[in-house]
T-cell receptor
Framework: GAGVSQTPSNKVTEKGKYVELRCDPI?????LYWYRQSLGQGPEFLIY????????DSGLPNDRFFAVRPEGSVSTLKIQRTERGDSAVYLC??????????FGPGTRLTVT | DQQVKQNSPSLSVQEGRISILNCDYT??????FLWYKKYPAEGPTFLIS?????DKNEDGRFTVFLNKSAKHLSLHIVPSQPGDSAVYFC?????????????FGQGTTLQVKP
């Protein structure tokens, strides 16, 4: 079946602009996670959704970052007033409750 | 504060030999551990996991060992194949915290030479 998909695969934006990154989880997976991976590092947790609600947003670095999952399926990660330090690969994962997480291919964000 | 550490950035082994990748953690609340494999330009792929109530889990050529007293786990790949060449990430979670978020190590790049 289809895996986790993320769009766009690459995004280049100018400092100060707003961006949206989209994640389509595996059908039937109630849990959805966003991670950020910088070069040479492991993925870093950002936020976790159980259904429509953000059950744990402790990894969001500041209030410029926001994520939604209005219907409990697709999720959008929103970044306001982007900074060069936001450049990274943003990974989305989904899972059944208590099961292993399946990752999408990621969105490479470059802030110039 | 790195709660999950992979101290070897890279490892090179000959095809057919054993690959051993190591991981250390500091948080005693972690109760579930996973290994992921990552190829360039792809997301991490789940490989194998182990619950804290076990000390070993085996799946084909892959075995994960957990030593809770030492807060250490390792992944053994036997025999190693060139297609195993990738970055391997160790990850841990604390389901008792009702979140399931994964804390990842920095990764170890494995190269298996033909």
């Amino acid at each position: 079946g289809a895996g986790v998909s993320q769009t766009p695969s690459n995004k280049v934006t100018e400092k100060g602009k707003y961006v949206e990154l989209r994640c389509d989880p595996i059908s039937g997976h109630t849990a959805l996670y966003w991670y950020r991976q910088s070069l040479g590092q492991g993925p870093e947790f950002l936020i976790y959704f159980q259904g429509t609600g953000a059950a744990d947003d402790s990894g969001l670095p500041n209030d410029r970052f926001f994520a939604v999952r209005p219907e409990g399926s697709v999720s959008t990660l929103k970044i306001q007033r982007t900074e060069r330090g936001d450049s990274a690969v943003y990974l989305c994962a989904s899972s059944k409750q208590g099961d292993e997480q399946y990752f999408g291919p990621g969105t490479r964000l470059t802030v110039t | 504060d790195q709660q999950v550490k992979q101290n070897s950035p890279s490892l090179s082994v000959q095809e057919g030999r054993i690959s051993i990748l190591n991981c250390d953690y500091t948080n005693s609340m972690f109760d579930y551990f996973l290994w992921y494999k990552k190829y360039p330009a792809e997301g991490p792929t789940f490989l194998i996991s182990i619950s804290s109530i076990k000390d070993k889990n085996e799946d084909g050529r892959f075995t994960v060992f957990l030593n809770k007293s030492a807060k250490h786990l390792s992944l053994h790949i036997v025999p190693s194949q060139p297609g195993d060449s990738a970055v391997y990430f160790c990850a841990a979670s604390a389901w008792s915290g009702n979140t399931g978020k994964l804390i990842f190590g920095q990764g170890t790049t494995l190269q298996v030479k033909p």
